[in-house]
C-alpha cells in the first residue's frame, strides 16, 4: 500500500511516500522531503505564521512532486493521500489539507487525515516496525505538547497527563532566546549543556503534584530572571545582508569566569527538564503496568534525554524506543505511516483543518 504523506502544521513543507505491506504489517519509507522556512523568520527569531504559509504555498508541490519522484511512484501508484489536519498554524494546515484533497479529487484517491500529535508516535513505527507491541506508553514532547500517552491500540489511546503551561520545548526555547539564540532553541541549550555541570539548584517541576502533569513556566522563569539578573547579553538580531540571525558569540562577550556559569546554568535547565520528563515517565510505567515505553516529537532529539530514559527503562525492565533523530522533527513520513495502521478515510469534502486538535 503506497500512501502520500503531506504535513505542513508548523514551518516544514513535507511530503513523503511509504509502502506499507498489509500481510506483515510493517512499513518501508520510500522517500522523504522537508523544505523548511525557519531562515526566513530569522528576522524575528521566531515564526511568523503569515509568512510561513506563503512560503508553504510555495514549495508544497515541488515538495510533492519531488518526494513521488525519489520513490519512483506516479500519483496513479498511490492508494492513498494522508494529510496532517491538526493541531497547528491554521494558514499551514490549510495548505496541506486542500492540497491533499485536491490531489485526492483529482486522482480520485482516498484520504485519511492524521493528528499531528499522534503521528509523531508513528515515527517509531518506521523504524521499529513489529518490534512494537501494545500496550505502549508514549511520551510526547515537542516545541506544544508535553503528553503521557497510554497507547492501548492503534486508534484507541488515553491521555494520562500533559502540560499544565508550557511545553519542555518551549521552555528550552525561551530560555535560548534570552541567550540571543533564534528558534528552535532547544539544540542550542543541549550544545552549551555539553560543556557545563548541572550545579545550579533550579527546581525539578512538578515532582510531588501527585499526577502525571508537567508544567515548564516556572522553571522558564527561574533561569530567564537570573540571566536578566546575573548578565548583560546582546539580543541576537537580524541581518539584510546574509538574510540571516547574527549573534556576537557569547565567547565574545562574556569573561570566561561568567561563560562557564552560563555552561552550568544550561546543564542545570536541561537536567531539570530532562528529570521531570523521566521521573514522570517511569511513575506513569509503574502506575499503568506498561512496559513499552516509547518518546517522539522534536525534544526526543535531545541527547540527554534519551540517555537518561533508556538507562531508566532498563533499570525497571521495560523496553525503551525513541525515533532515530531526523524523524523526531516534524516530517511527513510518520503522517504517512500512521495512515497505514490507522486508516479510516473519509471524503475529501467532508475533511477541514482543526487547529485545536488535541487527543480526541
Ligand atoms: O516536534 P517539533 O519539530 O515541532 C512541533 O510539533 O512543535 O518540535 C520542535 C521542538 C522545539 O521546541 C525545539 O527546540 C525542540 O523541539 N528540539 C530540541 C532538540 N531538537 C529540537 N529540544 C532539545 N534538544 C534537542 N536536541
Ligand atoms: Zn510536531
Known sequence: MNILGIETSCDETAAAVTQGNKKNQSVKLLSNIASSSLSLHAKTGGIIPEKAAREQLRYILPVIEQALKKAAIEPNDLDAIAVTYGPGLIGSLLVGVETAKTLSLVFNKPIIPINHLIGHFYANWIDYN???IFPLLGLLVSGGHSDLILLKDHNNYECLGGTRDDAAGEC????????????PGGPKIS???????????LPIPMLESGDLDFSFSGLKTAFVNYVAKNFKLERGKYDAETESWIQKPLEEQLSEKKLKEIYNLCASLEHSIVESLVRKTIKAAKLTGVKNI?????????????????AQCLKSGSHFFVPSVPLCTDNAAMIACAAFYNYYPIPWDKLSANPQLYFD
Not at 172 to 183: M, N, S
Open 294 to 310: 516509547m518518546i517522539a516529537g522534536g525534544v526526543a532529539a535531545n541527547q540527554k534525554l534519551r540517555l537518561e530514559l533508556k
Open 191 to 201: 550544545q552549551l549543556a555539553k560543556k557545563g555541570k548541572p550545579t545550579f539548584p
Open 172 to 183: 528550552f526555547d525561551k530560555c535560548a532566546r534570552v541567550l540571543g539564540f533564534a528558534y
Open 130 to 132: 513489529r518490534k512494537l
